[in-house]
Antibody, heavy 121, light 112 residues
Framework: EVQLLESGGGLEQPGGSLRLSCAASGFIFNNYAMSWVRQAPGQGLEWLSFINGRGDRTQYAQSVEGRFTVSRDNRESTMYLQMNSLRAGDTATYYC??????????????WGQGTVVTVSS | DIVMTQSPDSLAVSLGERATINCKSSQSVLHSSSNNNYLAWYQQKPGQPPRLLIYWASTRESGVPDRFSGSASGTDFTLTISSLQAEDVAVYYCQQFYRIPWTFGQGTRVEI
């Protein structure tokens, strides 16, 4: 079964850092691009970052560019999101999502259950 | 950025009736070499992650009931639920994956 499992969320103070993980199983991880998408409480979906299958190409939304860094370890079938300089506006459920095909410009066909990040003093 | 605008924000439909959700992109999301619109529809139920329903504007994802269908006309896209079931109560989002930043519509809430 294809699965994604996020972890690493929690309560952090403004200006602090967190690292989220997304553990993948049930598919050949390095064949697929991956993304992070977040959803603030009661709000819609916001795409944050993309990483290709090899891990040598990344893209970011302007809202997190320079503060968040996406990476992946294909040996461990895990993607990461390093979040620095956290702000109250980063409070959200963070989802990892798999691109449907290997090209990267694809719909997200598998989503994790999400991990909650709360930024508050 | 490509702006995705959905309408309506919410709608109430009787069981067994048709539900229609619209999505308009601020620019074309048509990939010329494949002639596919890079547009997806997702369903999100409370407390759950989004679920892919439709991609390339009209291709149904495996396992999605055939009462869900998508269509496109230029920069206008439509998700239709032909006969609403109780389990279809959810928020529906369109998304363009043509150009980064990939962007979502604001969502449409479907109720009975």
């Amino acid at each position: 079964e294809v699965q994604l499992l996020e972890s690493g969320g929690g309560l952090e103070q403004p200006g602090g850092s967190l690292r989220l993980s997304c553990a993948a199983s049930g598919f050949i991880f390095n064949n697929y691009a991956m993304s992070w998408v977040r959803q603030a409480p009661g709000q819609g979906l916001e795409w944050l970052s993309f990483i290709n299958g090899r891990g040598d190409r990344t893209q970011y939304a302007q809202s997190v560019e320079g503060r968040f860094t996406v990476s992946r370890d294909n040996r461990e079938s895990t993607m990461y999101l390093q979040m620095n300089s956290l702000r109250a506006g980063d409070t959200a459920t963070y989802y990892c999502a798999k691109s449907k095909y290997s090209s990267g410009n694809d719909a997200f066909d598998v989503w994790g259950q999400g991990t909650v990040v709360t930024v508050s003093s | 950025d490509i702006v995705m605008t959905q309408s309506p924000d919410s709608l109430a439909v009787s069981l067994g009736e048709r539900a229609t959700i619209n999505c308009k992109s601020s620019q074309s999301v048509l990939h010329s070499s494949s002639n596919n619109n890079y547009l997806a529809w997702y369903q999100q139920k409370p407390g759950q992650p989004p679920r892919l329903l439709i991609y390339w504007a009209s291709t149904r994802e495996s396992g999605v009931p055939d009462r869900f269908s998508g269509s496109a006309s230029g920069t206008d896209f439509t998700l239709t639920i032909s006969s609403l079931q109780a389990e279809d109560v959810a928020v529906y989002y369109c998304q363009q994956f043509y150009r980064i930043p990939w962007t979502f519509g604001q969502g449409t809430r479907v109720e009975i």
